[in-house]
C-alpha cells in the first residue's frame, strides 16, 4: 500500500507540473518518506499520515498545481483530506473514481476550474464539508446528494448551477450549513 500511494503521489506531481509549484514540498524526493512530503515552514501542508504511515490528509492550496487530477489517486484509500484550494490552474473533471475514497471527510477545490462533479461524489459515506465555489462548475444539484449522510458543509457559491435544489437534499440530517449564492 505505502508503495501504491508513493506513485499516487509521483503521478500527481507529474500530472501538476510539479516542477513549477510554489512549495515542492520534497515531492519525489529518494531521501524522504511519503509522510516527510510536506512542509515545516507552511505548517502542515503537503502530506500528513495517520498513525499507521498511511497518508492521511492531501494539503495543497495556492501552490500552482497546473493540469488535471490523475486517475492514479484513487490508490490513497487512506485520505480523509483533499485541500487544492486556490489552484486556478487545476482544471478538467474531478475523476469519478472520487467514490472510491470511502473515509474522505473533506473536499475543498474552490478557486480551480473543475466543470464537472462526477455522481460518485455523492456517494462518499464520509464526506463532511464540500467546497466547490468559484470553480466553474455546470449543471445542477442531482438528487444523490441526499446520499451524503454526513454532509454539514456544501460551499457551491459562484458556479453556472442551475435548477432547483432537490428534496433530497433533506436526508442531510447534519447539513448545518449551505451556500449557494450567485448561481445560474
Not at 131 to 150: F, H, M, S, W, Y
Request: proline letters at 5%.
Amino acid at each position: 500500500r505505502y508503495v501504491l500511494e508513493r506513485y499516487s503521489l509521483a503521478a500527481l506531481f507529474l500530472a501538476t507540473n510539479g516542477s513549477e509549484w510554489k512549495r515542492e514540498l520534497s515531492f519525489m524526493s529518494p531521501r524522504h518518506r511519503t509522510c516527510d512530503w510536506a512542509s515545516s515552514i507552511f505548517g502542515s501542508e503537503g502530506v500528513n499520515c495517520n498513525e499507521d504511515g498511511f497518508a492521511s490528509s492531501l494539503l495543497m492550496p495556492s501552490n500552482n498545481l497546473d493540469g488535471t487530477i490523475p486517475l492514479e489517486l484513487y490508490h490513497m484509500e487512506h485520505i480523509e483530506l483533499i485541500d487544492l484550494n486556490f489552484n486556478p490552474l487545476l482544471r478538467g473533471s474531478i475523476p469519478s473514481y472520487i467514490g472510491l475514497l470511502s473515509k474522505l471527510t473533506r473536499l475543498d477545490i474552490g478557486g480551480c476550474q473543475f466543470t464537472q462533479l462526477p455522481m460518485e461524489l455523492w456517494e462518499l459515506p464520509a464526506l463532511e464539508t464540500f467546497i466547490a465555489r468559484d470553480t466553474n462548475v455546470i449543471g445542477t444539484l442531482p438528487t444523490e446528494i441526499g446520499n451524503c449522510k454526513q454532509l454539514s458543509s456544501l460551499q457551491l457559491e459562484r458556479n453556472q448551477i442551475a435548477g432547483s435544489i432537490p428534496s433530497e437534499i433533506g436526508r442531510c440530517s447534519m447539513l448545518r450549513s449551505i451556500d449557494l449564492a450567485d448561481n445560474s
